[in-house]
């Protein structure tokens, strides 16, 4: 499987942008890529995906780069409750093989007041 | 709409027992999927059902199975505990499997192995 890389930790203030990167160097043309995050006690919850565009839901953006190999999370404006682990995953949706999330580390995000 | 469902949320088992987990998927998914969190090993899959049928694996021990039951709710069980199955056990379901896209996780079950 392709594999992501995070940053361990990142830090941001309540109600700025937020940013958080995630590498992936050898992404195939059918990965999917996925954001979950992950908040203290609770399973992880669902982000947003996207392929090559970019994407908007009510959560968060997600940017992606042209040649693929990097994407970017984006919380417009953080809130004490953004306060999770945020994990990037690369899922092949052509192969239902693979369909299962594999998690690396992730990035765990801290909101200060 | 209800999410999904694990029963218990938190147990303590003796090494050398076995236990089971129950997972109530939102309605209307077919797939269900089990996963274990420790603090070094992270997030690992362990199986995924649809339809009754194991259609995926991952890396565990033949001690770890599931099953699907025909309204789609799960179980997993680990028989022959050891302390390192100490863990929380997160089950997710999703629609149909064919897109797949959106996985919903429960907040699973935590057990601790004596």
């Known amino acids: 499987d392709a594999k992501t890389t995070q940053p361990n930790s990142m830090e941001s203030n309540e109600e700025e942008p937020v940013h958080l990167p995630c590498n992936h160097s050898?992404?195939?043309?059918?990965?999917?890529i996925h954001w979950y995050r992950q908040l203290p006690s609770q399973g992880p919850e669902y982000v947003i995906h996207g392929l090559t565009s970019n994407v908007n839901n009510r959560m968060a953006s997600l940017a992606i780069a042209e040649d693929r190999k990097s994407s970017t999370l984006i919380l417009h404006r953080a809130t004490l409750r953004d306060a999770a682990v945020y994990y990037c995953i690369l899922r092949d949706e052509e192969d239902t093989g693979r369909r299962a999330l594999t998690f690396g580390s992730g990035t765990r995000l801290q909101v200060q007041p | 709409k209800a999410g999904v469902t694990q029963t218990p949320r938190y147990l303590i088992k003796t090494r050398g027992q076995q236990v089971t987990l129950s997972c109530s998927p939102i309605s209307g998914h077919r797939s269900v999927s089990w996963y274990q969190q420790t603090p070094g090993q992270g997030l690992q899959f362990l199986f995924e059902y649809f339809s009754e049928t194991q259609r995926n694996k991952g890396n565990f021990p033949g001690r770890f199975s599931g099953r699907q039951f025909s309204n789609s709710r799960s179980e997993m069980n680990v028989s022959t505990l050891e302390l390192g199955d100490s863990a929380l056990y997160l089950c997710?379901?999703?629609?149909?499997?064919?897109?797949?896209?959106?996985?919903?996780f429960g907040e699973g079950s935590w057990l601790t192995v004596v």
């Open positions: 050898t992404i195939s043309g059918t990965d999917y």
């Open positions: 997710a379901s999703s629609p149909t499997g064919l897109e797949g896209n959106t996985i919903y």
